[in-house]
């Protein structure tokens, strides 16, 4: 069965970097975006970005742009997203979501979350 | 940038139906997806492309989409309904990114 399986927690200083990883399964991980999306306490989804699996483009939040790195290994079918310069409003829980070929369409399977926590 | 709109909240008696609405420039002619999100879970598909269902999803969930409004109806509500609902869009216009709606508190009484 499909299947997106995230890092655990994390808790970062504010100024530091944060890495999450999200590892595929039960498909072909090249034929299909893995779209980001975070989600602050008690708030809405956000968008964050999205990468293709095969060719590795991306499209980022223009918010997050400057900060924010998304990546794929095809080998070990992970995407990973790297968020540099944290501050106490990146703190969420992250969500790593399959979507189409181009990120444009639905997500139509979600990982289980990753926390991360910014704090002093 | 493209801006979704929903009510922060919608309340039904359980049995009865409930109207979820998204509002957008006309959103009409863009595809609409809506998730559901309980308590501490990952949000679920529960409608894509303005009115399909993924398998597993109940008939009782439906979608439209005209104007400028994308609307998820639940037919025949149940106490397990109860979670926060999101639309979703690609604005493929500019900047080309996804954008959610707010999210909708929906209680079931």
């Known amino acids: 069965q499909i299947q997106l399986l995230q890092s655990g927690a994390e808790v970062r200083k504010p100024g530091a970097s944060v890495r999450v990883s999200c590892k595929a399964s039960g498909y072909s991980f090249g034929n299909r975006a893995i779209t980001w999306v975070r989600q602050a306490p008690g708030r809405g989804l956000e968008w964050v970005g999205w990468v293709s699996g095969y060719t590795g483009n991306t499209n980022y939040a223009q918010n997050l742009q400057a900060r924010l790195t998304l990546t794929t290994d095809t080998s070990t079918t992970t995407a990973y997203m790297d968020l540099r310069s944290l501050t106490s409003d990146d703190t969420a829980i992250y969500y790593c979501?399959?979507?189409?070929?181009?990120?444009?369409?639905?997500?139509?399977?979600w990982g289980q979350g990753t926390l991360v926590i910014v704090s002093s | 940038s493209y801006v979704l709109t929903q009510p922060p909240s919608v309340s039904v008696a359980a049995g009865q139906s409930a109207s979820i609405t998204c509002g957008g420039n006309n959103i009409g002619s863009k595809n609409v997806h809506w998730y559901q999100q309980k308590p501490g879970q990952a949000p679920v598909l529960v409608i894509s492309?303005?009115?399909g269902r993924p398998s597993g999803i109940p008939e009782r969930f439906t979608g439209s989409n005209s104007g400028n409004t994308a609307t998820l109806t639940i037919s025949r509500v149940e106490a397990g309904d109860e979670a926060d609902y999101y639309c979703?869009?690609?604005?493929?216009?500019?900047?080309?990114?996804?954008?959610f709606g707010g999210g909708t508190k929906l209680t079931v009484l």
């Open positions: 979703q869009v690609w604005d493929g216009s500019g900047v080309h990114h996804v954008v």
């Open positions: 492309y303005d009115s």
């Open positions: 979501a399959r979507g189409g070929s181009s990120g444009a369409e639905d997500l139509d399977y």
